[in-house]
């Protein structure tokens, strides 16, 4: 069983023990960030770091730790569970107290780290895109904050799953949102929309990513929700995660996107991001 790191320990998953007090357990009063690790190394650190902060400033939370601090355990903690591919996940609640809405004072965060094999994306998602489906956006307004309070999303990916997708693309006003549990991107006539950052939409670290590559390779990229109505027209839909990096969806709601194979603009993004993970520069 894989080492964890709770309140300043690194012990065994098993013996890790908190609260029922604590108000992440009570109240879902807590922010998360999943990092990948590749070679032993986290992806994309800083960038994860610092929306970490910004889900804690968004719900008046203290960071239990400096930047360097949380650099040193997590390194720490990759190699306890043995370096190579890992999923980390950093979770961070208010703590312990007793049950009420308003938050307490004095009260000393809880910190939470685990990590779990990263898993390889599948070739045949590579070489066949995936399917998903659209559903109205029923999360709540402060989408920009990376909460622990995860039960709309998981009811949209669930609906998903028994449709026979990976993803929910989800409708918010007639515009398309994010994914359930990604970013979204539509292609038409060459360019790339994806959503600007604002309470609606997660500022995903890959999404910044995805975006500084189609600048660099001169790809036209407008930060921009687009209808419905041009979501199914589209050449082109992708999403983008952590885990899953970018992948094409080839199937919406049952109907081909485009030629149903994954895109031209989608393999040149995905080759770019694959030299990009393999470049030391954005590992630490």
Known sequence: MNDVYLNGEFLAADKAKVSVFDRGFLLGDGVYEVIPVYDGHSFQLDGHLERLQASLDGVRMSNPHSNEQWKSLIKRLVELNGGGNQSLYLQVTRGVAPRDHVFPEGVTPTAFAMSNPLQA???????????????????????NIKAITLLPN?????QAQDAGAVEALLIRDGYL???????AY???DGTIFTAPKDE???????????IAL??????????E?????????ADEVWMSSSTKEVLAITRLDGEKVGTGAPGPV???IDALYQDYKKDGASWQ
């Open 121 to 143: 994306v599948s070739k045949k998602y590579k070489q066949e895109g995936v399917a998903a489906i659209t559903l109205p956006d029923i999360r709540w307004q402060n989408c």
């Open 225 to 233: 929700a687009v209808s419905e109505a041009q979501l199914l027209q």
């Open 154 to 158: 998981s009811l949209l990916k669930q």
């Open 266 to 268: 989608w393999q040149k």
């Open 200 to 210: 609606k939409v997660l500022p995903g670290i890959t999404r910044e990513v995805v």
């Open 186 to 188: 539509v292609v038409l």
């Open 214 to 223: 189609a600048k660099k390779a001169s790809i036209p990229l407008i930060e």
């Open 177 to 183: 949102t994010e994914g359930a549990a990604s970013n």
